[in-house]
C-alpha cells in the first residue's frame, strides 16, 4: 500500500487521534440496534491499545446540521466500544475545548477516550482551518479508519492532516485500499463487475469505469430496464428513468467499442404491483408485458449470470437484482449472492443492498471483502480521488 499504515507508526505513549465510523443505527430509545461499524473499528482500536497508545477517537453521528443535538450524541457508542473492548471508554461532552483538552491530557498509555459528535460543529463539514487545528493539537499522531468517509473533505478526514503528521490508515481503511486497489489498478482476469440498483443516474461514473476495467459486466435490478429501453425492448410498467436512456445507449455503444460483455437479462420476474401480497410470475423472454412491472431477474438470467461469474478471478458487486427486500423478489439476488459467495475469484461487495443481500443469503463469511464505504467505494471504484485517502502521508 502506498499509504503509511498504523502499523508503520511508534505508538507507545503518544496521543493518536482515530478517525473512526460510528454512524450507527439507534432508536428512539438511544440503543443501538446494529453495532457493525463500531466492531468493524476494533482491530485498529486493539491494535493501538495493545501497543501502549493513547487513543482519541472522533466520529460524527447523524446528521444535527451543525449543533448539538442530545438525539444524536454518540455516548451510547462509547458505552457499546466499552462493552466489546471489555475494558473502560472514557467519553468527552465535546470534540473541542478545554475540557477536552484536560481529558486528553489525563489520557494513560492504553486509555480510550472518544469524542462528541464532530457534527455538532458547523465546523466540521465546512473543513475549517481553526477547527481542523483544535482538533490536531490533541495528538501527536492521525489515523483514518473511516472509509465510509473518506469522500468527504471534511475537517477531521482532511483539514486536520495539514496541522498534524504522520496521516495514517488504520487496519479497516489499509484493507478498503488494498482491495479496492487491486479492482482498479491489478484485477486477476477475467474481470466480472456485477451492477444492479433503481437508477442508472447514480451509477453512470461506475459504469463507466467498469467498462474500462472489466471484462464483463452483468446488469440488474431496475436500471436495467432503462438500458432495455434504450435497445427498443418493451419494459411494460417498470421503472425506467426516462432522461437517462439516451445516457444508457451511449454505455451500450462505450461497451461495443471496448468489446466488453455487457450482459442484460433474458427473462424476469413480474409483478402487478410491487407489494409483498402481489404474486410474481416468470416472463421467458427479453419483453416485459405492457401491464406487468418486473421486479427481479429470472432463471435463465441467473444461469447465465451465475456461468459468467463461475469463470472469474475478479468480482465486483453493487446493487441488488430485485427488490430483494420482498422475499417472493428476492431470488435473483440470493442466487448472485450464492454464485459470488461459491467462487474461487477475489470477490468485493459493496454498498448497503448489497451487503444486505449477502448477509440475507448467509454467506458473508465466504466473500473476500465487504466494504464499509457506500458512496466512498463507489467514488473509489468510478476512479476518482477520495480526500480522505489524499490526505494521508505517503510510504516513501
Not at 416468470?282 to 401491464?291: C, H, K, L, Q, S
Request: proline share 5%.
Amino acid at each position: 500500500m502506498p499509504k503509511l499504515s498504523i502499523r508503520d507508526l511508534e505508538l507507545k505513549g503518544k496521543r493518536v487521534f482515530v478517525r473512526v465510523d460510528f454512524n450507527v443505527p439507534m432508536n428512539d430509545a438511544g440503543e443501538i440496534t446494529d453495532d457493525t461499524r463500531i466492531r468493524a473499528s476494533l482491530p485498529t482500536i486493539q491494535w493501538a491499545v495493545s501497543r501502549g497508545a493513547r487513543l482519541i477517537l472522533a466520529s460524527h453521528f447523524g446528521r444535527p446540521k451543525g449543533k448539538p443535538n442530545p438525539k444524536m450524541s454518540l455516548r451510547p457508542a462509547a458505552a457499546r466500544l466499552s462493552q466489546l473492548l471489555s475494558k473502560r471508554v472514557d467519553f468527552a461532552p465535546d470534540c473541542i475545548g478545554p475540557e477536552v483538552v484536560k481529558l486528553v491530557d489525563a489520557l494513560r498509555d492504553g486509555d480510550v477516550l472518544l469524542l462528541e459528535n464532530l457534527r455538532f460543529h458547523v465546523e466540521e463539514e465546512k473543513n475549517d482551518p481553526d477547527f481542523s487545528r483544535s482538533l490536531a493539537a490533541l495528538a501527536e499522531a492521525y489515523v483514518n479508519d473511516a472509509f465510509g468517509s473518506a469522500h468527504r473533505a471534511h475537517a477531521s478526514t482532511a483539514g486536520i492532516t495539514q496541522f498534524l503528521k504522520p496521516a495514517a490508515a488504520g487496519l479497516l481503511m489499509e484493507r478498503e485500499l488494498e482491495y479496492l486497489g487491486k479492482a482498479v489498478g491489478n484485477p486477476e482476469r477475467p474481470y466480472t463487475a456485477i451492477v444492479g440498483g433503481a437508477k442508472v443516474s447514480g451509477k453512470i461514473d461506475l459504469l463507466e469505469a467498469l467498462m474500462r476495467y472489466a471484462d464483463s459486466v452483468l446488469i440488474g435490478g431496475a436500471m436495467a430496464y432503462t438500458f432495455m429501453k434504450a435497445q427498443g425492448v418493451q419494459v411494460g410498467r417498470s421503472m425506467v428513468e426516462d432522461d437517462k436512456v439516451d445516457m444508457a445507449q451511449e454505455l451500450l455503444l462505450f461497451s461495443e467499442r471496448r468489446s466488453i460483455k455487457l450482459l442484460l437479462p433474458k427473462d424476469h420476474v413480474v409483478a402487478d404491483k410491487v407489494d409483498a401480497a402481489a404474486t410474481p410470475e416468470v416472463v421467458n423472454g427479453r419483453a416485459i408485458p405492457a401491464d406487468k412491472i418486473g421486479v427481479d431477474i429470472g432463471p435463465a438470467t441467473i444461469a447465465d449470470y451465475s456461468k459468467d461469474i463461475a469463470s472469474a478471478r475478479t468480482i465486483v458487486w453493487n446493487g441488488p437484482m430485485g427488490v430483494f427486500e420482498i422475499d417472493q423478489f428476492a431470488a435473483g439476488t440470493l442466487a448472485i449472492a450464492r454464485a459470488v459467495a461459491a467462487s474461487s475469484a477475489t470477490s468485493i461487495v459493496g454498498g448497503g443492498d448489497s451487503v444486505a443481500a449477502v448477509a440475507k443469503a448467509g454467506v458473508e463469511s465466504k466473500i473476500s471483502h465487504i466494504s464499509t464505504g457506500g458512496g466512498a467505494t463507489l467514488e473509489f471504484l468510478s476512479g476518482m480521488k477520495l480526500p480522505g485517502v489524499e490526505a494521508l502521508t505517503e510510504k516513501q
